[in-house]
């Protein structure tokens, strides 16, 4: 079982920064993609970031020179940077990993989300 842990999430001011982080914890034999996710109030969630085992990068056109996603594969962790924010970016965020477990299973997992609220 793989359980992951957010935060960093809360309430900032339009052009300010917030830092989110996601911990990967469990039986953990390897971990592929990991990625942020978010839902904005009556919207389907959708992609924000992602980033793969080898370091690639890719983001939602909304977030593209404002956000960055990185990874620590020693700590299981990935964050998110968000800079200049935006009343639009507000939301939840939702840490998404694929990982396989030493049983050998395959999945992705999501965190519980951690609220961004942007004022203007």
């Known amino acids: 079982q793989v359980h992951l842990v957010e935060s960093g999430g809360g309430l900032v001011q339009a052009g300010g920064s917030l830092r989110l982080s996601c911990a990967a914890s469990?039986?953990?034999?390897?971990?592929?993609?990991m990625g942020w996710y978010r839902q904005a109030p009556g919207k389907q969630r959708g992609l924000v970031a992602t980033?793969?085992?080898?370091?690639?990068?890719s983001y939602a056109d909304s977030v593209k020179g404002r956000f960055t996603i990185s990874r620590d594969n020693a700590k299981n962790t990935v964050y998110l940077q968000m800079n200049s924010l935006k009343p639009e970016d507000t939301g939840v965020y939702y840490c998404?990993?694929?990982?396989?477990?030493?049983?050998?299973?395959?999945?992705?997992?999501w965190g519980v989300g951690t609220l961004v609220t942007v004022s203007s």
């Open positions: 980033i793969s085992s080898g370091g690639s990068t």
């Open positions: 998404n990993v694929g990982a396989r477990t030493l049983s050998g299973t395959s999945l992705n997992y």
């Open positions: 469990g039986t953990i034999f390897s971990i592929n993609a």
